[in-house]
């Protein structure tokens, strides 16, 4: 009866010994209990990687879809389209905001044979079959007279060694051809082409043809159609006083011959030749002649100042024609030329006379300046030629530099009834032999005498930009200056300054105030 407890407590120490074995059994550090959450671990990550390949897989082949059809999408699309990848939801708000229309795959494809279809069809080179082309006409009126043409063309190939010599689309009047006094049959088609029958390739085409042109005013223009050639020249002769400019051809020209004038004129498009001639009408006594634009350049040294004006001459204005100046008797001319380098005739009175009452007032002074008037013979003159006038001057020894002014004063023309008329008028070096009126009007207060034969008028002057150079080695102070604006002082490197006037008035004076000019040693000598 006394063991019961016992038992009891060694049963139940005995079953906690059991408890805690199993419980080391099972820990982590065992190894034995954790087999199942194991495996069940290992099956979740396979199934992961399963599904994540599962999921590149599916991503690759959206891709290499998405690629096929882009490239789908650009061959039907034009070379040089964009293509833009949107997702679901912008491309629907972009449709909804009218930003994309939808197009079909039929729409893709027409547009990209359409654009690739060029503007402009492109044609076979065709070689005209004429080789070179030479015309040659005199203007009379409005009409092109005496026309002639010599064609010169190309070997036929043995298919077309028969066929008829097309000549294209012509409004030559008139049009006549020959060969080796044999006159050539001339015929058209539907579309009015003109064809030479039966010619001798091997031998040039002569022929003859007139046309006629548009007049308007003094003007008189010409749209001619000549047949295409691989080269064109045409010769045209006009009368003395005629001006010719092209709209589509280069102008050559003009050269005197046998008393006419003769041009070249060179088309730049092969089958059209346009051009217009202006008769240049005869001044009018007391006519005032404006010219288009003057330049006047000085260069000053410490003791010398050179001048050159540049005029362009006024397109009324004609072969024989005399033009007078007036220029401070204390420049010296030396040159008077043409832009192509012609030298002009010109004459200087040889004494100066004393400025009008204008030139007084300029002056400002009570003294009235000294003038001469230079007398220049214009020869035959080309569309914008400019007559340059080269002299030179000594500058005082004071701190007062004038400027020198050439003013024009009158146009003198010899009037047909005048013996002397066939002579020159003046030539350099002499002295004009002439009984000389005073003339009346706004040339008698400039002192100009004219022959009772001849018709005369003003010369108006424009705006004449000035400018004038100035050493570095001259200290430039003020303007005293009349009918004469500054405009702009221009400083070199060199310390050289440029001034830049403007001259609005005929009667205008400028005087440069120096108020130091600084000698510069060149040459030393130590003894």
Known sequence: MTLQPVQRAYSL???????????????????????????????????????????????????????????QLEELLPAGTSVQQLGLKELQQRLVDGDYVPLSGEHLRRWKTESQRPAVERLPFRRPQIRNARYSAELRGRRLATGEILLDVYEPDAENITSPLELGRTNLTGLVFHQSDRLLEIGSDAQRRLFVLNPDRSLALNGTWTADGVVTGDSVSFRLEIPEATVSSFELTTDPGVTVSGVNCLVVGPKAASGRIRWILMPTAPGRLSFVCRTQRGLQAGQPVAFPGAVAQHTATTELMSSRWTLTLPPELTAGTELTFSLPAFVRISDVSLNQGIHVPWHADNQASPAGSAGADAAGAGEAEELQHIRISLPQLLAGTTLEINGISILPQDNQWPLPMLTPLAWLVKRASDPAADEPAVSSGEVATETLVAPTGPLAAEGVQVSSSDATGPLLFPMEQISLSIPGTVRFSRWSMSGVQEQDVVVGADGTRILKLSRFSPQARAVAQISEVRTRLTDSLAL
């Open 13 to 71: 120490r005995m079953r906690l010994l059991a408890l805690s074995i199993l419980l080391f059994l099972c820990s982590p550090m065992h190894g034995i209990a954790d087999e199942p959450d194991r495996v069940a671990a290992e099956r979740d990550a396979a199934a992961a990687e399963l599904q994540n390949a599962n999921g590149r897989q599916t991503q690759e082949s959206q891709h290499n879809d998405q690629q096929g059809l882009m490239r």
